[in-house]
Structure formats: structure tokens, C-alpha cells
């Protein structure tokens, strides 16, 4: 057993001076952290258990969980989750509640101000006690799960060891913050901050250009869309700051880039029953953010992917359905400016008081901090109070409004027909998700879960004023009346985070998607074959095609002919980009050119208007800088070709010859000056990155890769780059599932690395190869295929 002594600071020195000392210790004798390896075979009895539970590792280490009853599954559940994956539950503990810095010192301080405004941890005591007695009894249960875990490990994680410190036992208010984490990363909120930036620096004529609207022909997931944005404005410094702090402490937030999820009625499928896909997009840190997991007992056989620090399956299957989520991308949170005046803000033109909470940061190897948070009747205020300015930028979100989404997912688990599925997913309050769906008796369909904010004044995505009450919330549209389809005539459904409803839906739900290019792409491959196969769904998971880049292709060709006598690299250039077959292949030529010279050309249009530092805050937000990029070649003109250098207006050919130009001479520096050598995967490149990875000395131990990997922001095979810095991956498949129902045994899955957080251990990274190549693993739900694939078997007992 191994009782350490609760969280505390690292005594001396600060982290990153100990996390370079520990590379040595790792060189010399990495076999040292063996010792913190779980005990996954045998028997063990622990206190908390009602009956005995099993829990059986196949060969890629997922546990297969079997229990008499739901309390004892969760307990084992939350068991396995802190055997393989304590750390990364723990570190996620902190990010909800502003306390990375007490172990990563002050450059998490930021981090910390941002998630202490957000109040996920303030809040979640209340959150949890809202909550129904069965939902609390079991997260009580899961939690005891952890903690059993922690107190049978031999040694703690190589992480603890390395820092010196021990975690706190976990609770259920921990999942209730966490929980809400969770939801805040896949909610519509950075948008809206850095359009408010470029509100305060732009002309209104220019703002109106960077306002995303849905282009024309965008595929819906069912007919409407609701009315126009106004605009209105504040400085969310705190974010910034935050988000900055984040980047450099433990990575990008865990947001959520976009998703893909589809299904075919029998109709339409090989095996004469549905087939579904899934494959959500989000960021890639180490280990996953998925741990797969197959959990039975009396009423309940699920198998599917689970967040390490919550109880039950989030996307999956059981015996009778199949479900897979996609962000619906909802506008689902405002930010508002306050009239404050001292201790006191207008609200609904009422002077009202401000709640303040104050709370302490603990900062390893500095001098604590003290937080003031002030608290409006919308939320907390992000931005600092100005001296002399009486106006604050509060921040409102759905999550803050209460709701199970953990009994909502306990019940989608058991969910065994459309209308048990509808029950469920009616609980969910958020984040919204697209829901594709489908079941052995042969219904397919989407329905959009999460709470529809009503506006008064309309939706938008700008702040908007907060004392007169014009702009407040009344309320969330009725489940029933939430975008749904089901049992199309076209015999498919799909979802890739496009709109949910067309112009006829009468309720506001986003103007800011993600582009048409992945849906018109997935419906296009879903019209084309009369039948599709469990394979045929996992090539188009892997398709790499970039359709839509046909007409930018075709300028940037024709502009290059035109002025090959000016320089070489305009007959090279076009070359290159006629020969390109418009795949985004890792090896793929005309893929590194195009990729190159489209971001040279977002730099080229808009980084002078905004500045640097703007620049890099809209471009990070791909969605702002495709939409802006893509309408202006349509169109051929924008506002901001107007060139502040030479005093005249540069025209579209212009601007493609310089990042034409611009591509061609970055290419040769990064790739060399012979051109047959260029691949998109030199550059294009993901890392799967530890916390620990961010030191140079460590990186190798606790990092996967970087490897090279096709596709693009733009394909169905999705891998979004950082825009503005590099071509690393930022966002990617975050998962794969493929699930044939009626024929179980067909399943397939893979995440991107192991089950196991354990660097030193087989499963860390087992299925990143996998993963890299396009592949999935078996799933296994069956005994028998079971108990052929085990690896190990641990009883627990009650003790």
C-alpha cells in the first residue's frame, strides 16, 4: 500500500530544475518506476465493494468490467481509470480548479486567475448536491473506486515521484468540475472574444468582412437556421492571459475542432442492418483523452470510450444501440458589458450587488496569490476593473445553469430503443452535441441534446450591453422542439459540424460552424456507393481529399503561368500545384505547396489590419480565418486588400503571386532547394505531448512522436494545424469507431495512444501505430473473445 501525504508544494527549487535532474534518474534507471506499475492480476480485497467485481484486461489493456450491480461497476470503473491513468486525472482536478500552479509554479499563475474566474470548482458543491440520489450514489461510488485505487498502489505514478508530491483523494465535487471542463472546452466562447478585439481596432466596414456566416450550399442535418447577430462589445484580458499561460504549462485546452459521425440504414449497408461511425476531433495530448472501457452488469453491457475522472461510457455501443457525438457548435454562451459602480452592478435597470469570492492560489516556489472574483447576476467578470471606467466583461454559459449530464449518460448507456435514447439525451444540458444514432431494429438518426439558449435581443457574436436586460436569457427552447431527423429517405444520416437546421428553424442557434468542406465530402462518398461496408466506412474515415480547394488551386495555377517570366518559382509553383491530384497524402507535394501558400495568403490579407498580435489570436481560430479567406476569393475583393505600405489596393492576383512566392522561398528553407523532396509530412507532424514533454530532457520518454500525418484541417481524415506558428497537429481524430449493428463482433476502435499512463509500460502507446495508419483494433464484448484475448484478471473483493 502507498499512503503519501496529501498535495503539497515541491519543498525546494522549482519544477523545471526537477524535472531536468530527472532525466538522468531516467537514463540510469528508468526500472525504478516499475514499482508504481498497478496490480491488474490476482485477487484484492478493498473496503467500499458490495459483492466481488472482475475485471479482465484484453491484450490492448482494456479493461472488461463485471459487476452484480451499477454501484459496484462504476467503483471498478473508477478503479481502472485511477490504476492506468491517475496523473492525467488529477492534473485535469487542477486545471478545473486553478491549481497548477502549486505545481508548476508561476507561469501557470494566468492559468489559474482564468479557471478561478471560471468558478468550475466554486461552483461544483452546489452543482453535485442538485443532482438526483441515484446519480449522487453512484459518482459517491466511482470516487470510492478511485480512492481504493490510490490506496492499493505500491508506489505512486513516476510523476508524483518525480515532483515530489502526492494527490488528495478525489470527491465527487471533483467530477462535477471536471464535468464542467469538459463542457466549457466544447463550448462557442474564444470566438467571441477575439471578434471583441477586433471590434475595438477595425472599422466597423472591416469587422463586418470577419463575421463568419454560413456559406451558400452548406450541407444541415435537418431543414431551418435562426435570425441575424447584432453587435455590441469588452477586454477579456483574464482569457487571453489564461489561455497563453495554458499553452506554455500543459498544452492547448482540451477544446474540441469539430467531429464526424454518420450512419447508414440496412438499406444502404453491406450487412442489411445499420452500420455507425464515429471519429470526434480534439486536441492530442498523452496519454489520450479517451480510455475504452467495457462495463456489464445486470441491465447494462456498454462498450465505448470514458473520461478518466467520470463514470460511464460517453460515445458507444450496447447490445441494442450505437451512438456517436459531434459538437453541434451552439452559441451557447454571451459575454456582457456591466455598468459597475463600486460594489454594485446594473442589472435589469436595477443597481444590484456584486458577489465576491475570494480565493487563495497556492504557487510552488513563490509567494501565494490572493483572487477577487466579482460575480454579476450573468457571471463572473473576466476583464480587470479599470480605474475611472465604470464597465466590466461578465460571461454567462449554459453549463453555469445546472442539469445531469452524468445521469443523463448512465441512462444513454442503458438506452435500448429511439425513444429510451431520446429520454436520455433530453437530460443533457451541455455541452450540445449532435447525437447520430443508431439500432439493431434498423433506425438511424440525429438529434441535437444540449440547452438552446432564447435570446431577447437576438443572438450574435459580440458582447452585448447587460443593465438594461434587453439582451438577457428567458430561458431554453423545449427538448422536443431541438433539431432531430430520423429515418431519412436518402437512407443516411450525418454530422460534421455544419448547421443542425436549415433558415425554416425558428430558433437562433450559431452563425460560426465549421466549413462545408468534411460534410459535402462525407455526404458526397455516403450518395456515391449503393451498399458500404464496416472497411468502406474506415476508408472514409481516412479520407484525405480536399475537393473544395479546386477553385484556389485553379487562381493560384493560373496566376503563376501568367507571370513565370518574373521568376523560376512561378513555373516550379505551377508545376508542382497542375500535377496535385487536390489529396492531402504525407507525402504529397502538391499538398505542402497548397497548405503553405493558402496560410501565406490568410497572413498576407489580414495580418497587417490586425496587427501581430491580433493576427495570431484570429488565425488560431481557424474557423474566423477560413471563413474571412474563402469568402474573399469568391468574391475577389475585400476591404483588406488595401495595401498601408504602397498606398494603393492590391488586387487578388497580387496577393496570390506574393504568397505564391512567399510559399515557394519558406519551402526551400524549411525543406531544402530540391523540390522532388518536399512531403507534407515533413511538416505537417503530430505529438502526442505528456505535461512532462514540454522539457526538452523528458520528451522522450514521456512524448509519442512527432510523426508525420496526412489530411488537413479541411478533410474528412481531419488534422488541423496550428495556423500562424507551424504546421504541427493541433487538432485530430481524438478517437475512431466503427460499429455494425446486429453483427457486434464487427466493431472496430482505436485511440490515439494506450490505455496505460504509464510511460514505462506496453500500452502507453500500443495504438498509436494504429492510429498513424489509418487502423482499428477488434473490439471485443463477447465472453468467449474475452477470455481468448486476456492479458490479465483482477478480482476485487469487499473488504
Not at 486567475?113 to 452546489?126: E, I, M, N, S, V
Not at 466511482?142 to 485505487?149: Q, R
Amino acid at each position: 500500500m502507498r499512503r503519501g501525504r496529501a498535495a503539497s508544494p515541491i519543498s525546494r527549487g522549482s519544477a523545471a530544475v526537477l524535472l531536468s535532474a530527472a532525466a538522468a534518474l531516467l537514463c540510469s534507471c528508468s526500472s525504478f518506476f516499475h514499482g508504481s506499475a498497478p496490480q491488474r492480476d490476482g485477487a484484492l480485497a478493498v473496503p467500499g465493494l458490495t459483492a466481488p467485481v472482475e475485471i479482465v484486461r484484453d491484450r490492448y489493456g482494456i479493461p472488461h468490467i463485471t459487476a452484480q450491480n451499477d454501484r459496484d461497476l462504476l467503483f471498478a470503473q473508477g478503479f481502472a481509470h485511477a490504476q492506468d491513468r491517475l496523473y492525467q486525472m488529477d492534473t485535469e482536478r487542477r486545471l478545473a480548479g486553478g491549481e497548477l500552479a502549486e505545481i508548476y509554479g508561476e507561469k501557470a499563475l494566468p492559468a489559474d486567475r482564468l479557471f478561478r474566474h471560471l468558478g468550475f470548482a466554486a461552483r461544483a458543491p452546489a452543482l453535485f448536491a442538485s443532482w438526483p440520489h441515484k446519480t449522487q450514489e453512484l459518482v459517491r461510488a466511482y470516487c470510492a473506486g478511485v480512492n481504493a485505487a490510490m490506496d492499493s498502489l505500491r508506489a505512486w505514478p513516476a510523476e508524483y515521484r518525480l515532483l515530489r508530491i502526492a494527490p488528495r483523494k478525489f470527491t465527487p465535487e471533483d467530477v462535477a468540475a471536471v464535468g464542467l471542463l469538459k463542457a466549457f472546452g466544447l463550448a462557442q466562447w474564444v470566438e467571441e472574444a477575439t471578434l471583441y478585439k477586433v471590434a475595438q481596432r477595425l472599422p466597423r466596414e472591416k469587422l463586418e468582412e470577419l463575421l463568419p456566416r454560413v456559406p451558400p450550399g452548406s450541407p444541415v442535418v435537418m431543414p431551418g437556421t435562426g435570425p441575424a447577430a447584432a453587435l455590441q462589445p469588452v477586454s477579456p484580458s483574464v482569457l487571453f492571459e489564461g489561455l497563453a499561460s495554458l499553452r506554455r504549462t500543459l498544452g492547448e485546452f482540451p477544446r474540441s475542432g469539430g467531429s464526424n459521425a454518420w450512419a447508414v440504414s440496412g438499406r444502404k449497408s453491406a450487412t442489411g442492418h445499420p452500420i455507425l461511425a464515429n471519429d470526434p476531433h480534439m486536441v492530442l495530448p498523452c496519454p489520450s483523452l479517451w480510455y475504452e472501457v467495457h462495463l456489464t452488469a445486470p441491465g447494462m453491457d456498454v462498450y465505448g470510450v470514458s473520461f478518466p475522472g467520470a463514470p460511464g461510457v460517453v460515445i458507444g455501443h450496447n447490445r441494442k444501440i450505437a451512438w456517436g457525438f459531434t459538437n453541434a457548435m451552439l452559441d451557447d454562451a454571451d459575454f456582457f458589458v456591466e455598468k459597475v459602480d463600486g460594489e454594485r452592478v446594473m442589472f435589469r435597470k436595477k443597481w444590484v450587488p456584486l458577489v465576491r469570492r475570494v480565493e487563495t492560489i497556492r504557487v510552488q516556489g513563490g509567494k501565494n496569490e490572493t483572487v477577487t472574483v466579482q460575480e454579476t447576476p450573468h457571471g463572473p467578470i473576466f476583464s480587470p476593473m479599470l480605474p475611472g471606467v465604470a464597465a466590466a466583461l461578465s460571461f454567462h454559459w449554459v453549463g453555469y445553469d445546472g442539469g445531469d449530464p452524468v445521469g443523463a449518460l448512465l441512462a444513454l448507456n442503458r438506452a435500448r430503443n429511439p425513444e429510451e435514447f431520446l429520454a436520455a439525451v433530453s437530460g443533457f444540458p451541455a455541452p450540445a452535441q449532435n447525437v447520430v444514432y443508431a439500432d439493431e431494429a434498423g433506425n438511424i438518426g440525429v438529434a441535437m441534446a444540449g440547452r438552446i439558449p432564447v435570446r431577447k435581443g437576438g443572438g450574435g457574436l459580440l458582447p452585448v450591453p447587460g443593465d438594461t436586460g434587453e439582451w438577457d436569457w428567458k430561458g431554453t427552447v423545449p427538448f422536443s422542439e431541438n433539431p432531430k431527423v430520423w429515418n431519412p429517405p436518402e437512407h443516411f444520416v450525418a454530422a460534421a459540424n455544419f448547421p443542425p437546421a436549415g433558415r425554416s428553424y425558428r430558433h437562433y442557434l450559431s452563425r460560426l460552424y465549421e466549413p462545408a468542406d468534411r460534410g459535402r465530402r462525407i455526404i458526397r462518398m455516403l450518395q456515391s456507393k449503393e451498399k458500404l461496408s464496416v472497411e468502406a466506412f474506415e476508408r472514409m474515415q481516412g479520407d484525405v481529399l480536399i475537393p473544395e480547394a479546386a477553385k484556389t488551386v485553379a487562381l493560384a495555377i493560373r496566376v503563376a503561368q501568367k507571370r513565370e517570366a518574373e521568376s523560376p518559382a512561378f513555373r516550379d509553383a505551377a508545376k508542382i500545384l497542375s500535377e496535385w491530384d487536390r489529396s492531402a497524402g504525407a507525402d504529397s507535394r502538391g499538398a505542402v505547396l497548397y497548405e503553405v501558400f493558402y496560410e501565406k495568403l490568410i497572413e498576407n490579407v489580414f495580418r497587417d489590419d490586425l496587427g501581430d498580435d491580433l493576427y495570431e489570436e484570429f488565425s488560431r481560430s481557424s474557423r474566423l480565418a477560413w471563413n474571412a479567406m474563402d469568402r474573399a476569393i469568391e468574391r475577389g475583393d475585400s476591404l483588406f486588400f488595401e495595401n498601408a505600405a504602397t498606398g494603393r489596393k492590391d488586387s487578388l492576383e497580387d496577393l496570390v503571386a506574393r504568397s505564391l512566392l512567399g510559399a515557394m522561398n519558406f519551402l526551400k528553407d524549411r525543406l531544402g532547394g530540391v523540390a522532388s523532396t518536399w512531403m507534407w509530412g515533413r511538416l505537417h507532424q503530430a505529438t502526442f505531448e505528456h505535461p512532462f514533454g514540454k522539457n526538452r530532457y523528458l520528451q522522450r520518454w514521456f512524448n509519442i512522436g512527432p510523426n508525420a500525418v496526412p489530411g488537413d484541417g479541411k478533410t474528412v481524415y481531419k488534422e488541423e494545424f496550428r495556423h500562424g506558428t507551424d504546421f504541427s497537429v493541433l487538432v485530430g481524430p481524438s478517437m475512431r469507431q466503427v460499429v455494425p449493428l446486429g453483427f457486434r463482433k464487427m466493431a472496430r476502435s482505436v485511440i490515439t495512444t494506450g490505455e496505460s499512463g504509464h510511460f514505462f509500460e506496453r500500452h502507453y502507446k500500443d495504438q498509436t501505430p494504429l492510429w498513424l495508419s489509418g487502423k482499428t483494433h477488434p473490439v471485443w464484448t463477447e465472453r468467449e473473445e474475452i477470455e481468448a484475448n486476456a492479458e490479465s484478471r483482477l478480482i476485487l473483493t469487499p473488504k
